[in-house]
């Protein structure tokens, strides 16, 4: 979209998640048999198509990195990385010898941070952790949900992290942690904890200048902070 006239710029259709990259130059679609297409934004025209051989069979695929290298896909109990030049699994979490430590737990999102060191992974149980990109072990856990995450953003200057969590299957009508928190991604520290929804909050996203945080809930509401 152009922002400033509203009128659509782009349609790509058969996109399933999307990123811009770092620099600017391009868009990277992911399909969902986890192809990546790369499109040039100043001619809007397609240079790239990385074909998969259709081996995600189990999970949904969530997301593509900022070069289209890798995706993700997101099965009910594990993680996993893939290749997108070489079609090859590159590892999933938990591993056969690392076996999940929260049985009853299931995976609610995943997705890249932007500096493309780590996987960040969100499980029903509110736990937010950080999978080494290179080798799949986690890195470092935050805590502080108690219900669902479903979605999370970073900062423009890469020192915060914003998540949401709650109930949005609508068996609910009030959810015990309809909550926005903000973390200090060096330290894990909470900083902050915004309120005011009735239900489960399944949406958020920073301004681009990092002063104000945004998000959505299944109660229809929109909250600028």
Known sequence: ?????????????????????????????????????????????????????????????????????????????KTVLWDTTTDKEIWHYPSEGEA?????????????????????????????????????????????????IWSVAFSPDGKRLASVSGDISGFSRYSSDSLLREWDLATGAQLRTFEGFTSGVNSVAFSRDGQYVVAGGRDKAIKLW
């Open 100 to 148: 999940e430590t929260r049985s009853n737990s299931y995976v609610t999102y995943a997705g890249f941070s932007p500096d493309g060191k780590y996987v960040v992974r969100g499980s029903s149980d509110g736990t937010l952790q950080f999978l080494d990109i290179g080798t799949g072990h986690e890195a470092k856990r935050f805590t502080g949900h108690n219900e669902m």
């Open 1 to 77: 979209w152009n922002l400033d006239s509203g009128s659509s710029v782009m349609v790509l259709e058969g996109v399933v998640a999307g990123v811009f990259s770092q620099d600017g130059r391009y868009i990277f679609g992911l399909t969902r048999d986890c192809s990546v297409k790369q499109w040039d934004v100043g001619s809007r025209t397609e240079v790239r198509h990385s074909n998969h051989s259709g081996n995600i069979k189990h999970g949904d695929v969530e997301a593509v990195d900022a070069q289209g290298r890798y995706c993700l896909e997101k099965r009910w109990d």
